[in-house]
């Protein structure tokens, strides 16, 4: 069984998805009080710690994965203008992340990592140059993939940058690439619709529930599903982790329909945001499960 290390926790969605492929979870690292006492809920007896400028090398127990969302907020397009890179001193948070690597005698055997796609292009794709040259120094093989939640049954498009690094191996490209061919497609008939979550039948995606995107909160109920963007075809927007814009709501209904996705009124904002900064867990699953699998014919 791997044994996980998991910073920059948040509600702990890489944690559950991890722990559905088999692995078990022994180190946890998040700041955000609301998220802390998620993960004290969910798992109690892990070990829990807070800002990771304050751990140290010997608080973390053994484990053969690391994983971590840093933060994105650096790195995101929706802070055009203001996007700082792995200068700023929220997404910088990776350099330390790395260091606790370094300082490890016993490397664990995987990193997993996930971003916004902003990554690839920020500051002109130098951070993540720089991301590489870092893994790259400490001894890893590095792959990494855009991957979004849509493809993967949840009615939800959220696009992430899944960087996977083996320690003394390229078998990272294993776990997030298929071995055979990928078709290409040449014709405009080949082409299909895929704008839609698998499992969606087609006469789900007419329905009388919107997404509103950005939305003016209060509006008139008669006033239509009126915001920068709406859309009722399966799938929503990203959620927003500013919490306070998008919603789901009836076409008629005024925005006070927050219960429709089970979100309390007392918790809306932390919970939003929780939600808006969380991964899938179905990806991560998938992608755990390739980790293990890959780990298992190389420790055979």
């Known amino acids: 069984m791997l044994r996980v290390a998991s910073f920059f926790s948040g509600i702990g969605g890489i944690d559950l998805g991890l722990e559905r492929a088999g692995m078990q979870v022994v180190f946890q690292c998040e700041i955000n009080q ?3 006492k998620i993960l004290k809920k969910h798992w109690p007896t892990v070990q829990l710690e807070g800002d990771i400028n304050d751990v140290k090398e010997e608080d973390i127990p053994e484990a053969e994965l690391w994983c971590g969302g840093f933060p994105c907020q650096d790195l995101s397009l929706a802070n ?5 890179g792995l200068e700023g001193a929220r997404s910088g948070l990776f350099y330390m992340f790395a260091q606790l690597i370094k300082a490890k005698k016993h490397k664990p055997r995987w990193v997993l990592m996930e971003n916004v796609p902003g990554l690839l292009n920020s500051r ?11 893994m790259e120094e400490l001894g890893y093989g590095i792959s990494w993939r855009v991957l979004d939640a849509k493809y ?8 992430r940058v899944y960087i996977v690094a083996s320690y003394r191996s390229l078998r990272s490209a294993e776990v997030l690439f298929e071995p055979n061919s990928t078709k290409i ?14 499992g969606l039948e087609r006469k789900d995606r007419v329905t009388n529930y919107y997404a509103i995107q ?3 909160i209060g509006r008139r ?20 982790s500013r919490g306070s814009s998008d919603a789901i709501c009836k076409t008629n209904d005024p925005f006070g329909i927050r219960a429709t ?29 390739r980790i293990v699998e890959v780990d298992k014919k190389y420790e055979k």
Do not use: M
């Open 34 to 36: 609301f998220g802390r």
């Open 80 to 84: 055009q203008g203001k996007r700082k």
């Open 124 to 134: 002109k794709g130098d951070d993540f140059r720089r991301l590489l040259i870092t």
């Open 152 to 159: 993967f049954g949840t009615p939800q498009r959220r696009r």
């Open 185 to 198: 497609i040449t014709e405009a008939s080949e082409l299909q619709t895929h704008s839609y979550a698998p």
């Open 214 to 216: 950005h939305a003016g």
């Open 221 to 240: 109920p008669s006033a239509g599903p009126q915001a920068k963007g709406y859309r009722n075809d399966g799938e929503t927007y990203t959620c927003d």
């Open 261 to 289: 996705p089970r979100i309390s009124e007392g918790l809306d904002s932390n919970r939003w945001r929780a939600l808006g900064n969380a991964v899938a867990v179905p990806v991560i699953e998938w992608i755990a499960h």
